[in-house]
């Protein structure tokens, strides 16, 4: 497979105690492509996912303490010396068999190619539902159909990715942010559907931290991509409820009244810091000069 690549592939695989499966990860990527880069980023683990990548043949970098998933990305990106970046997860979820297909996709003349999980993916129901509320907001926000936007498995071309890196969180929202900082620059992104199997060992993720998370992730999207998108609709619900308390207080005591003075400025104010906030979102995606 690998004489056929025209540019250098680097694989990036964050990696915290993944020991029981981070060995055949490496070991099928390195057999598909022998000549690939294969960077583990171990994130302060505390087994021998360090020991074990290294004998398998990847090439590892290891954080002195665990710093999040997104974190690892960005540690990755920086230290590969390849043309094109792929992502995948060290748990045994993401299958390097589809590396291809994603590949296909950059040659084809996407930027990124995102592995986006079909409906017989195991996932809990709740983890199912939530990336099921992600996508379809995303999708409303960016106009594009979005199957899977917190997918950690992709391709990408590295030197667009790292003009992103600035906006990459450290935790696991780093595939929204970089899905929706592509789309925003006008990059074009495609998706490929993907079966994701059962993980090895334990999850990371807990349900409280990520509930939260959640809620955050749905207002990224929105800031990320179009922030007038989401102040707009509020600046009219507080302009239209002002409106309508006017109206009564107008009929019912023939005066204006401070509550629909607050409500009008409120609109205001919404308006202008969904205004400012479309500028500042510009400006962070505004493509940098060769």
């Known amino acids: 497979m690998a004489d056929s690549e025209p540019m250098k592939l680097s694989v990036i695989i964050p990696a915290k105690n993944e020991a029981a499966s981070i060995g055949p990860v490496v070991e099928q990527i390195r057999t598909g492509y022998p000549e690939a880069e294969i960077l583990v980023i171990d994130d302060g683990s505390t087994d021998a996912t360090a020991e074990t990548a290294k004998t398998a043949g990847a090439t590892v970098v290891s954080h002195p303490a665990s710093l999040g998933n997104g974190a690892a990305i960005k540690t990755g990106a920086r230290k590969a010396s390849g043309e094109i970046l792929v992502m995948l997860d060290a748990d045994g979820q993401h299958d390097p068999a589809d590396i291809p297909r994603l590949l296909e996709k950059l040659y084809e003349g996407y930027d990124m190619a995102i592995g986006a999980r079909s409906a017989g993916s195991h996932a809990n129901a709740a983890r199912l539902a939530a990336n099921g509320i992600y996508n379809v907001f995303a999708s409303l926000i960016t106009g594009h159909t979005i199957p899977d936007l917190t997918s950690g498995f992709r391709a990408v071309k590295a030197k667009l990715f790292r003009n992103f890196i600035y906006l990459l969180p450290n935790g696991f929202s780093y595939p929204t ?16 559907q993907i079966k994701a199997q059962k993980r090895e060992g334990k999850s990371h993720i807990r349900p409280i931290r990520d509930g939260i998370r959640f809620l955050i992730i749905i207002f990224k999207v929105a800031t990320l991509y179009a922030p007038l998108k989401i102040f707009f609709p509020m600046s009219a619900v507080f302009f239209s409820i002002g409106i309508a308390y006017y109206a009564y207080t ?17 609109a205001v104010i919404i308006f202008l810091i969904g205004l400012i906030s479309e500028q500042i979102t510009a400006l962070n995606y505004k493509q940098p000069s060769d």
């Not at 942010?177 to 490929?192: D, Q, S, W």
């Not at 009929?251 to 607050?262: D, I, Y």
């Open 177 to 192: 942010t970089i899905t929706m900082a592509f789309m925003r620059a006008g990059y074009p992104v495609e998706f490929v």
């Open 250 to 266: 107008y009929s019912t005591m023939g005066r204006f009244t401070n509550m629909s003075m607050l409500l009008f400025s409120a």
